[in-house]
């Protein structure tokens, strides 16, 4: 089995280190033919505009597109949440778009902008989330799934063969969300 972490921009390295401790090979992708032959691919942190736009210089953005589209699992944490959005309520782009839910970017504002929380995501109690100038979910589809809700403000979904998540479990030690996500890989 084989996740693909992608590496142009953010939090990439935490992402690979969280899936090596559960014995999981990861790769970095850094451009289009790292895309081949993968089970399943992470979506980090970081600056979704920044790797937005390198996802559409690199000739990227189509193909994940229709790999998500036709199934691979994928595990996007905040910028990557935004990526994979229909909708994102104050921004102008529309990156992937796989995901039927509405996203505001730096949700929370600036005094608020970092903080972190423990809660309750999905069947996972006591679960660290640890935000960073997060987005939050201000609209879902119906057939989407909510995972986590922090202050009444979606935080976390699942929808088919995609996770979302705000906030970043790959800064706190806990591997429950990963393990999910590895269980839903090939
Ligand atoms: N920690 C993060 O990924 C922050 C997301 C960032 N504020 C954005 O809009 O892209």
Redesign the pocket.
Known sequence: MMVGVLALQ?AFREHIEALNTLGAEAKEIRKLSDLANLDGIILP?????VQGKLLRELDMLNPLRDMILSGLPVLAT??GL?LLSKTIENDKNRYLATLPVTVK??AYGRQLGSFITNGKVGDFNNFEMVF????YITEVDNSVDVLSKYDDKITGVRYKNQIALSF?PELSKDTRLHELFLSITK
Do not use: D, Q, V
């Open positions: 953010g942190g970081g600056e979704s505009t905040c910028a935004i970017r730096n960073i100038r997060a987005p970043h």
